[in-house]
T-cell receptor
Framework: GAGVSQSPSNKVTEKGKDVELRCDPI?????LYWYRQSLGQGLEFLIY????????KSGLPSDRFSAERTGGSVSTLTIQRTQQEDSAVYLC??????????????FGSGTRLTVV | RKEVEQDPGPFNVPEGATVAFNCTYS??????FFWYRQDCRKEPKLLMS???SGNEDGRFTAQLNRASQYISLLIRDSKLSDSATYLC?????????????FGKGTHLIIQP
């Protein structure tokens, strides 16, 4: 597609439920990133996929968070047993390649997750 | 010391004025630098890369000072539509997230 697509755009869930967030990167982009942004806060790195390499999971805040990327394209971020502190905007980004010099990211419009 | 630091503002600036803000980074091995713009309740969008020699894109000028480890963004003839949060982004080899670290942003308000 023309841009990075994320779904759903908004999600309200009850505490303790599992949620899945989807990201469809720009076609041909090998690098895919998940971030989250809480109200008034900066971007918090979660996980990074580059091609067929093992993902960099160093930013995942707990083992309730996991992500996968199938076929080097679409990615799903899963949060199990959601907690209220998980409420945030979850942003996905892609870039033509990882480890480049001046390649910026293109972000999706995000999923606004609210845990009640 | 935080990896990437920005004055959160807000900077309140009258329309037509020139405004500049800086960003400092802690890792001297940092290689690449960017400015992103984020509108309220929207995703960040790449504004411009920052090159060692400094670069200009219309009303926007970005500069890098490696010795002092800061980058700057200058906006001339500011427009109401420039109101946004400006994020400083630094790439460092070996860091997570492909080495990209985001600052928390500087909030700019252009007043009529």
């Amino acid at each position: 597609g023309a841009g990075v697509s994320q779904s759903p755009s908004n999600k309200v869930t009850e505490k303790g439920k599992d949620v899945e967030l989807r990201c469809d990167p720009i076609s041909g982009h090998t690098a895919l990133y998940w971030y989250r942004q809480s109200l008034g806060q900066g971007l918090e790195f979660l996980i990074y996929f580059q091609g067929n390499s093992a993902p960099d999971k160093s930013g995942l805040p707990s083992d309730r968070f996991s992500a996968e990327r199938t076929g080097g394209s679409v990615s799903t971020l899963t949060i199990q047993r959601t907690q209220q502190e998980d409420s945030a905007v979850y942003l996905c980004a892609s870039s033509p390649r990882g480890g480049g010099t001046n390649y910026g990211y293109t972000f999706g419009s995000g999923t606004r997750l609210t845990v009640v | 010391r935080k990896e990437v630091e920005q004055d959160p503002g807000p900077f309140n600036v009258p329309e037509g004025a020139t405004v500049a803000f800086n960003c400092t980074y802690s890792n001297s091995a940092s290689q690449s630098f960017f400015w992103y713009r984020q509108d309220c309740r929207k995703e960040p969008k790449l504004l411009m890369s920052v090159y060692s020699s400094g670069n200009e894109d219309g009303r926007f000028t970005a500069q890098l000072n490696r010795a002092s480890q800061y980058i700057s963004l200058l906006i001339r003839d500011s427009k109401l539509s420039d109101s946004a949060t400006y994020l400083c982004v630094v790439r460092t080899v070996g860091g997570g997230a492909d080495g990209l670290t985001f600052g928390k942003g500087t909030h700019l308000i252009i007043q009529p």
